[in-house]
């Protein structure tokens, strides 16, 4: 049977999106593995001390010109969305980190001039903590291109099992990377004007890539209700309301997680992994 495939987003960094996916992965164990696509910051790792089995260098193809072969014709700086690469003088230049891979260059080329060179983007590592299967992505320091980083990622998803994925934050390229093909989004938000205004970009993202998804309020008790009257209007489930509590926080500052402390917070993510199920079946 195919499991279920859960990407957990939000608008913005700092709302507790790698909280809530570890914590709800472990409870799950052997059945169910944790993605970190959190390339630029992987932080998942360290709430779980993982030991890891297998790492292997993730590279992108970029374009490289044998100027022996090259006649200047400009046709592969014409055809290049992206200025990657540019004809000056007697002279064909490339720039690597602008490049986005499409090959069109390599294509256009009537001289067979350019021939494809991986340039390295990150690194992927994939072990087991207390049984659970976890992966993750991180960046190359410097690095713009992390959607194809997440893509590779992706790659590693064991379809008979549940997957859990920390999502990156935000609403552009790598978060759609991450959230698209999956079955449902949960959305981790807080109940402030900030975190209003950046749940509603992601719903709005989620809604495009027209995947299910509910509704996690972190330090619920902090805010306002406008959460609450975003989530009823458009007919998105809270799911889960985590409380501004001094013994969590504790917890998270120590590195450790919710569901292993406090065992009510383990039945509570196990209930919370059956409403989405009972969604997604649903939907
Ligand atoms: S298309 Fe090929 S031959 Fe023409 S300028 Fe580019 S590398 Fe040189
Ligand atoms: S592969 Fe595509 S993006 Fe990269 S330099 Fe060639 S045309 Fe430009």
Redesign the pocket.
Known sequence: MKGMIISVASGKGGTGKTTIATNLAVPLSEKAQLLDCDVEQPNAHLFLNPTFTHSVKVTVP??HVDEKKCNLCGK?AE????K??VVIGKSVL?FPDM????????EVCPEKAITERGREVGLIERGYADGLDFVHGRLRVGEAMSPPLIKKLRTYQDTSKATIIDAPPGTSCPVIAAMKGTDFVLLVTEPTPFGLYDLKLAAGAVRILGIPCGIIINRSDLGDNRVKEFADEEGIPVLLEIPFDRRIAEIYSRGELIVEVMPEWKERFLGLYESITRIANRD
Do not use: D, K, M, W
């Open positions: 970029v374009p592969c055809i290049c969305q992206f990657a690469i490339t490049c986005h891979s499409c090959g069109g260059c390599v």
